[in-house]
């Protein structure tokens, strides 16, 4: 199907010759000609990427009145960024259309400004949630005489919370007004919001639900939780080309990745919740212009982010839902182009990608993490490509024959092998020490190495813990991410886990006077089977779990939802409360979605004692790695 056959009138078909738009996407050959015709509600689900604000936005374009300065259309979408995007891109389709002003009404930007831009006339208004509201109570929009209201990524904007305010929004609507809606799920609020304000509304489903975008592959990694971020880093050096949006689960992770990668010389930067409005402008703005090539991403911060070309998402860790994992592999792949979504996982974490695979139906890749020779390999590649590639500049011919003075005894091999060298003995040097970092060849090296430090606890079982509610208790005591507490061994009296050795002065002092229910918790370094002996000796338990008051305030008991799943654990990452902070704690972790049916594994649910060698609990070291890079220096630090 053409173009020419959808309906569309010559203004909007000379927009699409302009844009370069070749054939309607599946949802456009569906949706346009059926909105054009018929004055229907419709429900339409899709992912983004899609095409689906064309789908939506050339019917609306083409029915609306022009020549009328009232608001006639809505479209409302969870984030600034969509909001922006949704408007530049109705901009560009109403190129040819005369008196067509399309006007964005966005939080954190001049509110009067905003109503003057509609005051001068806008037939279609695309809104926040948040400040559509806002701009309704002080009369600066007026809704009344709307014919279409559009809901774009429903299922996003109902999980931050926006049911209220959507529900306020079109209850300030005329009733026969049209109402077309866009999910990329249709989670049960969604069917509620269709049922409540739709009638009989066309069906258009584009792909499969829960399916991931076709040219998207998935690969992963199997590393121990410690090696998340050398992992990370060495998925980039071996993708010397990546642009890339980086996942993390919390916006104290996604900070910690973008400073660290930053300090690490790559070209990365953070966009979460907690930055300004202006600095999450100029990262989005570094990123488009490819200053930034990893974006370092929470999920809510990531919503609407339409940036073409991305290379890989990389889920530096998994989100609880399925959901937001098909949100996160979207973000590449896009417009006919292909993508990776790359995952990196621990052990525990696999059963995770058979769920994934088998609700996506789609296989997952086991990759190897590459070790220095494979990375050295592909950038010195990669560097000759770049010099082959690399288009002469004129003005360096004044400078040639000093250089050639310079380098008149060497031969072109020999300057090749000079050239190359200072590349490759970076690299070389960089990595000559570095260690396997998939999990399976750890192993026992792990163990013998220092950056781990084992405790025990004097409470267990009988204290009415288990290894999931131990672990959330000492992630909350502690302030350590999901990742900061590992190897938690939950016996009957007294339990075991571990912490990096470099929070260990901390995790003492935390345990040094704490009382739990009126009794002391005391918490030790191990020391091997005699260390063991003695501790056990002391341990006189009651029930009950009450006073937690070291712990900083607040119930620190979060009862782990009764999800056996141990990933939604509360988390502590951020602070400050209000909305912003509600929407990341959301951040794909919402209630009553799909998320992965979780059991513990076998190997965390024995009840075998340790042995010593599992005490000692020790990881290889990885520090070679953490603070140089053999990019220091050589990538520009932006942001
Ligand atoms: P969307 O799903 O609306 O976010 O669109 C994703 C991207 O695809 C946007 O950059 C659009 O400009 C582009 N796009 C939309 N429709 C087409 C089409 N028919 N052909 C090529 N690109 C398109």
Not at 90 to 98: D, E, I, P, R
Not at 130 to 157: H, N
Not at 161 to 188: C, Q, V
Not at 282 to 308: C, E, H, P, W
């Amino acid at each position: 199907m053409t173009f020419d056959e959808l309906g569309l009138d010559t203004p909007l078909l000379q927009a699409i010759a302009d844009l370069g738009f070749e054939k309607p996407s599946k949802i456009q050959e569906e949706a346009i000609p059926q909105l054009i015709a018929e004055d229907r509600d419709m429900v339409a689900l899709a992912q983004t990427g899609t095409g689906k604000t064309a789908a939506f936005g050339f019917p609306l374009l083409q029915n609306i009145d022009a020549n009328s300065k009232t608001t006639q259309g809505l479209i409302i979408a969870p984030t600034r960024e969509l909001c922006l995007q949704i408007t530049n891109e109705m901009k560009l389709y109403a190129k040819h259309m005369k008196g067509v002003r399309v006007v964005a009404v966005y939080g954190g930007a001049n509110i009067q400004e905003q109503a003057r831009e509609i005051s001068r006339g806008a037939q279609i208004v695309v809104a926040t949630p948040g400040r559509m509201q806002d701009m309704m109570r002080r009369r600066m929009v007026d809704i009344t005489k709307l014919s279409y209201c559009v809901l774009d990524e429903a299922d996003e904007m109902l999980n931050m919370g926006f049911y209220e305010d959507i529900t306020n929004i079109l209850a300030d609507t005329p009733e026969d007004k049209l109402t077309w809606l866009f999910s990329a799920t249709m989670p049960r609020e969604v069917s509620r919001i269709a049922k409540e304000f739709m009638v009989n509304p066309l069906e258009i489903t584009v792909g499969h639900k829960n399916e991931g975008a076709k040219n998207v592959s998935h690969e992963y990694f199997v590393v121990h939780t410690r090696d998340r971020y050398q992992a990370l880093k060495r998925l980039s050096d071996a993708n010397p080309a990546i642009f890339s949006v980086i996942f993390c689960r919390t916006k104290r992770d996604t900070q910690k990745v973008a400073e660290q990668l930053i300090e690490d010389g790559y070209s990365a930067g953070a966009l979460h919740g907690d930055l300004s409005q202006n600095q999450r402008d100029l990262v989005m703005k570094s990123f488009r212009n490819r200053q930034i090539q990893m974006l370092v991403a929470t999920d809510v911060a990531a919503r609407g982010i339409d940036v073409d070309d991305i290379t890989h998402v990389v889920n530096y860790q998994l989100p609880d839902e399925i959901e937001t994992y098909t949100h996160r592999s979207g973000r590449t792949g896009r417009a006919g182009k292909t993508g990776i979504s790359l995952v990196i996982v621990t052990k525990s974490e696999m059963r995770k990608i058979k769920q994934l695979e088998k609700i996506l139906g789609k296989k997952f890749e086991q990759k190897q993490i590459p070790d220095g020779k494979e990375i050295t390999q592909v950038q010195l590649f990669h560097l000759a490509n770049k010099i082959n590639n690399t288009e002469i500049n004129d003005e360096i011919e004044t400078y040639i024959p000093e250089i050639e003075e310079v380098l008149k005894d060497i031969t072109k091999e020999e300057l090749i092998k000079k050239v190359f060298s200072v590349e490759f003995t970076r690299f070389f040097n960089y990595y000559k020490k570095s260690k396997d970092l998939n999990q399976n060849a750890v192993g026992a090296a792990r163990e013998e190495s220092g950056d781990s430090t084992r405790y025990f606890i004097n409470v267990g079982r009988k204290d009415d813990f288990d290894w999931m509610k131990l672990k959330d208790f000492l992630k909350e005591m502690t302030g350590l991410g999901q990742d900061g507490i590992y190897r938690v061994d939950c016996k009957d009296a007294f339990s075991f886990f571990n912490t990096d050795t470099q929070h260990k002065e901390k995790v003492l002092a935390l345990f040094e006077d704490y009382q739990l229910d009126g009794r002391r918790v005391s918490v030790e370094e191990t020391q091997g089977g005699g260390g063991r002996d003695r501790k056990r000796s002391g341990d006189r338990r009651r029930s009950g779990r009450g006073d937690r008051s070291r712990s900083g305030g607040g119930d620190r008991r979060r009862s782990s939802g009764g999800s056996k799943d141990g990933f939604r654990g509360s988390r502590s990452g951020g602070s400050g409360g209000g909305r912003d902070r509600k929407r990341e704690d959301r951040d794909g972790r919402s209630k009553g979605r799909a998320n992965y049916n979780d059991q513990e594994s076998s190997n965390r649910r024995s009840d075998r004692k340790p042995t010593r060698e599992e005490q000692r609990g020790r990881t290889p070291d990885s520090s070679s790695e953490i603070n140089k890079s053999p990019f220091s220096g050589k990538r520009r630090r932006r942001n």
